[in-house]
């Protein structure tokens, strides 16, 4: 079963940065395009960015997404955190070639999530 499992995020303060990572169980995530997601209660889930196969980095504003392939995971990290920010983060992956998709229903794989709580 094709699985992504992120870590890192937790409490963290305002004006820092966010890093969580995303890594794979039985596939090669730089055979997929991955973005990253995120949700609060009571609303859509929304993208915060994504990157395409083939590309080691992907910078959008405050986030940079980057992959090392050594250890088949995919880091995103926020800088310049906000309270805004908190939501529940969750990475996903998709391979349809040459393209980054914004939309959650693109993505066929996903992963559980991990809470991300901006806050002093």
């Known amino acids: 079963q094709l699985q992504l499992v992120e870590s890192g995020g937790g409490l963290v303060q305002p004006g820092t940065f966010l890093s969580v990572n995303c890594s794979a169980a039985g596939f090669a995530l730089d055979d997929y395009a991955i973005g990253w997601f995120r949700q609060v209660p009571g609303k859509e889930r929304e993208v915060v960015s994504c990157?395409?196969?083939g590309h080691r980095v992907a910078v959008k504003g405050r986030v940079v997404i980057s992959r090392d392939s050594a250890v088949n995971t995919v880091n995103l990290k926020i800088n310049n955190l906000k309270p805004d920010d908190t939501a529940v983060y969750y990475c996903?992956?998709?391979?349809?070639?040459?393209?980054?998709?914004?939309?959650?229903?693109?993505?066929?794989?996903w992963g559980q999530g991990t809470q991300v709580t901006v806050s002093s």
């Open positions: 996903a992956a998709e391979q349809t070639p040459a393209r980054c998709s914004g939309r959650a229903g693109d993505y066929t794989i």
């Open positions: 990157i395409k196969r």
